[in-house]
């Protein structure tokens, strides 16, 4: 092989070696750029969320909607929110009787919740199977945190309502105990989540 032939072969391997070099470059700014558009659309999508969640609440603080978004919340499941104390407080003794289910139900439909709606399928769930205490203490925390959001009118008609709703579970409860012969009182784990709620909410609970 003479020197010629041995500094073109130098000169084909660089040549190769520069088109492997440009195409792994190519292909490396191809992903980082379809990686920044994901990372844009999901920001975008992230975005749109947030404001449907805040449209729906009525509320514009973006911390707030972050928490309900990352415990599951959107705009369509959103109405749960307001009921998720109650489901709290039926789960104060581990579980939920029929006649509880039935009333927070019946609840979630006089407020005008559908039957077919994802909220509705929320609250059903919730009845079936005990959320998380951090799901539970979240919510609550957020419920609270948007009520100085909201015009005085609506703030007002939730915690009237929350009042009420207390009033009738712990009346639902009574009930059922009474008939189990163990007096016509709550339990104190039932009683306990009902003085947290509404001490966190700042509402009075309705006396019988």
């Given at each position: ?68 978004k990352e415990l599951g919340y959107t705009a369509e499941t959103l109405p749960a929110l ?37 909220a509705y399928l929320n609250l059903l769930d919730w009845l079936y199977v005990r959320p ?40 639902m409860s009574e009930e059922f105990i009474s008939r189990l012969g163990f007096g016509s ?24």
């Open positions: 092989m003479t020197k010629r032939d041995t500094l073109q072969g130098i000169e084909d391997y660089q040549e190769e070696l520069l088109q492997r070099m440009e195409k792994e470059l190519e292909e490396f700014r191809r992903q980082k750029e379809q990686e920044l558009a994901e990372t844009i659309r999901d920001r975008m999508t992230l975005e749109t969320e947030l404001e449907e969640l805040g449209r729906a609440l009525g509320i514009v603080d973006r911390e707030i909607l972050t928490v309900l307001h009921l998720v104390p109650l489901i709290e407080i039926t789960w104060a003794e581990g579980q939920v009787t029929l006649a509880e289910q039935e009333l927070v139900l019946k609840i979630a439909r006089s407020n005008g919740m559908d039957e077919s709606g994802y998380s205490q951090d799901f539970f203490d979240k919510s609550l925390q957020a419920l609270r945190a948007s009520l100085p959001n909201m015009p005085s009118e609506k703030r007002e008609l939730i915690k009237q309502n929350l009042a009420s709703y207390c009033a009738q579970v712990r009346e009182k709550i339990t104190e784990k039932k009683q306990q989540v009902i003085d947290r709620i509404t001490s966190e909410l700042e509402f009075d609970p309705v006396s019988e």
